[in-house]
């Protein structure tokens, strides 16, 4: 099949969602020929232009970020696209290029299928995106969480399919194959990796590093992600407010922030702990996934579609969002275990990992899914 790829910023650096789309694109293009269309450029563009027959840049933001103009001439330009291409099938996870899909879905046929990897801060998407929504016929959500999101924003729920995504797990889930960690004198290594905003909670771990310390366990944290208190940085107040926070908290030689890091495999199996105190709705956040997959022990707030991903015995290892007690406390719960139930832990994690969230079962249940869909329609 020809497949026509639609993305906003064609970066796999820019955020969970967009990596997984540039590691399933890799898997789709053994047995398919793959188009890109993307608004911003990134590595998508310059490292896997091998796997696209073509490459075009076409804006996609709606009708309210773009003068009617400019989004009828873009519109036009995909259409050209798609019947230069012979495009069977267009897949995207861009929400608000959906408009846009369900004009060329009109007037040309083509088929549509949206990934739905998260969720909008807002309970509503808007007129233009439900109007988009209605039209589509074809959607696969990676949890119930946003399936049930989406759903009440006008996608039809009969043709809605629930497939998590996935990532690399090595070996059986016997535990073998866990890292150690790193080497603190005795400390609890907490990891933390994401963006460094204020929904994702560093500020409320660090509250919670300076409580642990205050009850006399020895704890350092390290921070992967892009860490930069300057005015050029849109985060610029929040990063200074981070800054300012370890500093009145005397924590300055315990935070360590140690940038970008991709793949963040090897840092992972580093640490005793890795906690993802967001405050937004996070869909299905792929460092929790990969944690488990390091048979890493994991401590994540009860937002979103974090309880699907950690469900059973693993509840015991979600905390109320916001709540640096609750939080210090399950941390503390991780240094308390011996080496024998961080091994058994490790082990139940890489289990579930396997069972849930394979990437090898991702990729080939979506592929079945999308190939399904368009013999099918």
């Not at 694109?25 to 896997?48: F, W």
């Not at 549509?112 to 439900?130: D, H, M, N």
């Not at 200074?240 to 924590?251: E, F």
Request: net charge neutral.
């Amino acid at each position: 099949m020809n497949i026509l790829i639609i993305e906003d910023i064609a970066s796999s650096t820019f955020g969970g969602a967009e990596r997984t789309m540039r590691s399933y694109c890799e898997y789709l293009a053994k047995s398919h020929q793959l188009h890109l269309a993307y608004d911003r450029a990134g590595d998508y563009a310059r490292e896997l232009a091998h796997i696209y027959a073509s490459v075009t840049r076409i804006s996609v933001l709606p009708l309210r970020a773009q003068p009617p103009v400019s989004w009828l001439r873009e519109t036009y330009k995909l259409m050209r696209l798609c019947r230069k291409q012979k495009i069977d099938v267009i897949l995207t996870h861009v929400v608000h290029s959906l408009p846009m899909l369900r004009v060329v879905r009109m007037l040309m046929g083509i088929k549509v299928v949206v990934l739905f990897k998260w969720v909008c801060s807002t309970e509503r998407v808007g007129f233009q995106a439900e109007w988009g929504l209605r039209g589509l016929d074809c959607g696969i959500s990676v949890s119930h969480f946003v399936a049930d999101y989406w759903i009440r924003n006008g996608f039809p729920a009969q043709k809605m399919s629930i497939i998590p995504e996935g990532v690399a797990v090595e070996g059986d889930g016997s535990g073998a194959e866990c890292g150690c960690s790193i080497d603190v004198d005795g400390k609890l290594a907490v990891g933390f990796a994401g963006r460094i905003v204020p929904e994702k909670g560093l500020h409320v771990l660090i509250d919670s590093i300076a409580l642990l310390r205050i009850q006399g366990i020895g704890v350092e944290c390290f921070v992967a992600g892009t860490f930069e208190a300057d005015e050029g940085n849109p985060m610029h107040s929040y990063h200074i407010s981070v800054q300012k926070q370890i500093n009145d908290l005397d924590l300055k030689s315990k935070v360590h922030f140690v940038g970008y890091v991709n793949p963040l495999n090897g840092f992972i199996k580093k640490m005793d702990v890795m906690v993802l105190p967001s405050l937004c709705q996070d869909a299905q956040p792929i460092v929790l996934m990969e944690a488990m997959a390091a048979g890493t022990p994991v401590v994540a707030t009860q937002v979103g579609g974090v309880p699907e991903m950690l469900s059973g015995v693993l509840t015991r290892w979600l905390v109320r969002p916001d709540d640096v007690v609750d939080l210090c406390s399950k941390l503390a719960e991780v240094f308390a275990l011996t080496a024998v139930e961080k091994a058994e832990l490790g082990c139940v994690l890489r289990r579930h990992a396997l069972a849930n969230y394979s990437i090898q079962t991702w990729h080939q249940q979506l592929s079945k899914a999308i190939v399904s869909y368009c013999i099918g329609a």
